[in-house]
């Protein structure tokens, strides 16, 4: 709204941790990704580009998670961060805090930490009134 673009998420993934897989040390990525397996690290989106990070009810994650939208129906140790969009399903557990612009719980999600509002779309529809002091 009033000419600011939200990025959508993205529809098709790029990347895929399989079932099997244990990532030791960051993953660094952009457009898509799922993870199946378990990743010991951050996982960190590009930062400026619209990135659709998916957990799958068997992964599990022990890091930072930084994306713009983000799906979790397994396990995250770590904070996460998702700048437009966060949905945690009814398997996903979270250990940490989580800072969000736009949140969906299902009955069954766990949360071990903070739920922080990202105030940076409040701050662009406040409007500044002056006080006029006319005496």
Do not use: C, W
């Not at 799958?56 to 983000?70: C, F, M, N, P, Q």
């Amino acid at each position: 709204m009033f000419g600011k673009k939200h990025s959508k998420p993205q529809n098709r993934i790029d990347s895929l941790i399989g079932a099997g897989t244990t990532i030791e040390g960051n993953l660094n990525f952009s457009g898509g990704m799922r993870i199946d397996g378990h990743v010991n690290g951050n996982v960190i989106a590009t930062h400026g580009k619209p990135s659709t990070l998916v957990l799958s009810e068997h992964a599990r994650v022990t890091g930072d998670v930084t994306v713009t939208h983000l799906v979790v129906n397994g396990t995250i140790s770590g904070p996460v961060s998702a700048s437009e969009y966060l949905e945690l399903q009814g398997k996903a557990k979270v250990t940490g805090d989580v800072h969000y612009k736009t949140l969906e719980i299902q009955l069954g999600a766990i949360i071990e930490g903070r739920l922080i509002h990202s105030a940076v779309a409040a701050q662009d529809k406040v409007v500044a009134f002056k006080l006029n002091s006319g005496e």
